[in-house]
């Protein structure tokens, strides 16, 4: 079974700075790509940023220039590192991965949601 797990989430001051990590366990055929969402209180997810199997990456325009994602291959973790966060980064901050379970068999999965909060 697939799981993503997230961490990092937590209280941060605007201007101030997080890591988000995202773990990845499980029998898979093959990565697509992995991604980053958020959703705020009565707001739709919104996508932030997602890095592909072969490293290309590419960010919502609300957070390029502030927040960078990357990955270790080898930890099967993927990584969001925001600064200059702002109070309306504040939400959930959801990992997601696409993906093959089989040559043919192609998956979705969303990990469990950490909560950012920034204060202002």
């Known amino acids: 079974q697939v799981q993503l797990v997230e961490s990092g989430g937590g209280l941060a001051q605007a201007g101030g700075s997080l890591t988000l990590s995202c773990t990845m366990s499980?029998?898979?055929?093959?990565?697509?790509?992995m991604g980053w969402y958020r959703q705020a209180p009565g707001n739709k997810r919104e996508f932030l940023a997602l890095i592909t199997a072969g490293g290309a990456k590419d960010y919502a325009d609300s957070v390029k220039g502030r927040f960078t994602i990357s990955r270790d291959i080898a930890k099967n973790t993927a990584y969001l590192r925001m600064n200059s966060l702002k109070p309306e980064d504040t939400a959930v901050y959801y990992c997601?991965?696409?993906?093959?379970?089989?040559?043919?068999?192609?998956?979705?999965?969303w990990g469990q949601g950490t909560q950012v909060t920034v204060s202002s």
């Open positions: 499980g029998e898979i055929y093959a990565l697509k790509a």
């Open positions: 997601q991965a696409d993906l093959l379970l089989t040559p043919s068999d192609g998956r979705e999965y």
